[in-house]
């Protein structure tokens, strides 16, 4: 069976994690932060760092990284805002599992070709 999320690759003291979201993981952030609120805020350009720095702290965790919300919080304050950003999308990415296009049915497939041609 094929993993349902999608790994994401992030940076923390000079050294590199790969994180593959699961179940459990998502539960336990879910447990303080709603990720589809987290998104729709991000979404919208208001981004609740605290939240945000909580999310990756749990991932990075999850890894094997020593580090706290409040390291994570730092970094995302005083940091590259365009690594910031990336690091956000990443995240996100990961937690929302996109559809196959083998596995959708065909009235999802025509779906996001009409959303393609109103957009342009």
Not at 26 to 55: C, F, T, W
Not at 57 to 65: E, N, V, Y
Not at 67 to 77: C, G, K, R, S
């Amino acid at each position: 069976m094929a993993a349902v999320f999608q790994e994401v690759t992030l940076g923390w003291g000079g050294e590199e994690y790969s994180i593959t979201p699961t179940m459990r993981l998502l539960n336990k952030i879910e447990q303080d932060i709603s990720l589809s609120q987290l998104a729709h805020r991000m979404y919208q350009g208001d981004v609740p760092m605290s939240h945000l720095a909580s999310v990756i702290a749990i991932f990075l965790q999850s890894a094997g990284a020593k580090a706290t919300d409040e390291e994570v919080y730092q970094e995302l304050m005083t940091g590259d805002p365009e690594a910031v950003q990336e690091m956000a999308g990443a995240i996100m990415m990961a937690v929302f599992p996109q559809p196959k296009k083998s596995a959708a049915p065909s009235t999802a497939k025509a779906a996001p070709a009409k959303r393609s041609k109103a957009k342009s």
